[in-house]
């Protein structure tokens, strides 16, 4: 409860949601898939905020600040993304190398980089793999195929990129 408005931060949330859902769908609409991660990072936001103790007076002015900073990082990210984007017949594990780690190596040497990744993997992860980088599908269809959550498929997909450029780095410097 907060002391001065006699209103629970839950309370504050529900009375508030929708107004923010429809700001994020409104500046998100060509990104439909990052609607409901933008309002979970401002609902984060607020719900971190009040744990802090920060004196929130006016919740409704103070959510859309959070969501217009929110939806400007997305965009960025957006941008970024879209100008690493690599064609669909470029190898998965040779754009996740940099590239002067992956020039001179010979393409059976890449593919056979590439198999003894997908070798190391749980199954689990060889399948997220092979969905998100080998398919091309987008996060949300990766999601339903494996029946997990959007936010949970983004976190393994970056701790994926993350073992996959280790994983070329030492192959390429022969610890391997």
Same mark, same amino acid.
């Given at each position: ?39 979970? *990072?401002? &609902? !984060? ?6 744990? %802090?103790?920060?004196? /929130? $007076? ?65 199954? *689990?992860? &060889? !399948? ?6 080998? %398919?091309?599908?987008? /996060? $949300? ?36």
């Amino acid at each position: 409860m907060d002391a001065q408005t006699g209103i629970s931060p839950e309370e504050v949330w529900r009375e508030n949601e929708t107004y923010i859902r429809r700001i994020c769908a409104y500046k998100l609409s060509s990104h439909p898939d990052e609607i409901d991660d933008a309002v979970q *990072e401002i &609902a !984060l936001a607020y719900y971190e905020a009040v744990e %802090k103790g920060t004196v /929130i $007076r006016e919740p409704k002015r103070w959510l859309t600040a959070v969501a217009a900073n929110i939806i400007n990082d997305i965009y960025r990210r957006l941008k970024n993304e879209s100008e690493k984007l690599v064609s669909i017949d470029a190898d998965p594990v040779q754009s996740l190398a940099a590239p002067q780690e992956t020039e001179d190596l010979p393409e059976e040497a890449i593919a056979a980089c590439k198999d003894a990744f997908l070798s190391s993997l749980t199954e *689990e992860d &060889a !399948l997220l793999f092979r969905l998100r980088f080998v %398919k091309r599908m987008k /996060i $949300r269809a990766v999601a339903k195929k494996m029946g997990l959550s959007e936010g949970n498929v983004r976190v393994r997909v970056f701790r994926l990129k993350q073992k996959a450029r280790r994983y070329v780095r030492d192959w390429a410097d022969g610890h391997l």
